[in-house]
């Protein structure tokens, strides 16, 4: 493909194909991300006495921020998908959820925090620092 990218930029169908706007889909160059942000929670849960993100209501927290993306209207390809994971190997900094394309890495204490990564984060593409593992 030759010329600059604005003159070649897909739109409709071809855009969400994953066309980059320079590169068609057949050349192998990567793709772009299906969601802008794909969240992973980790909700594993361990036996009793054992350090897990569970422990600390992970599960029920990724719930909250589902419904609140949901509510927000920011689910769906192209925009934010929350998401359950199992143990992301990070136990005693937990509880942990991460942030890709970015990966960025959160913990979190409580559902304000959810919020705040949420309006920040997921809405306006602006870490929280203050969460950041
Ligand atoms: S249990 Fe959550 S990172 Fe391992």
């Known amino acids: 493909m ?3 990218a604005a003159a070649v930029r897909p739109r409709g169908a071809e855009y969400n194909r994953g066309w980059c706007g320079r590169h068609p889909p057949r050349t192998g160059h990567p793709r772009m991300s299906h969601f802008k942000y794909h969240v992973f ?3 594993n849960q361990r036996e009793p006495g054992e350090t897990c993100c569970n422990n600390h209501g992970a599960t029920d ?8 993306i949901k509510a927000l209207k920011l689910a ?3 925009k934010v998908r929350i998401n359950s994971a199992g143990c992301l190997d990070r136990c005693d900094q937990g509880p942990v959820l991460v942030v890709y ?3 960025v890495w959160y913990t979190y204490v409580d ?3 959810i919020d ?3 309006d920040e984060h997921l809405t306006h593409g602006r870490t929280v620092e203050r969460l950041r593992l």
């Open 2 to 4: 030759r010329g600059g």
């Open 41 to 43: 929670f980790c909700c």
């Open 61 to 68: 927290v990724r719930g909250y921020a589902k419904d609140r």
């Open 76 to 78: 769906g390809e192209g």
């Open 101 to 103: 394309p970015e990966a």
């Open 111 to 113: 559902k304000s925090d």
């Open 116 to 118: 705040e990564i949420i």
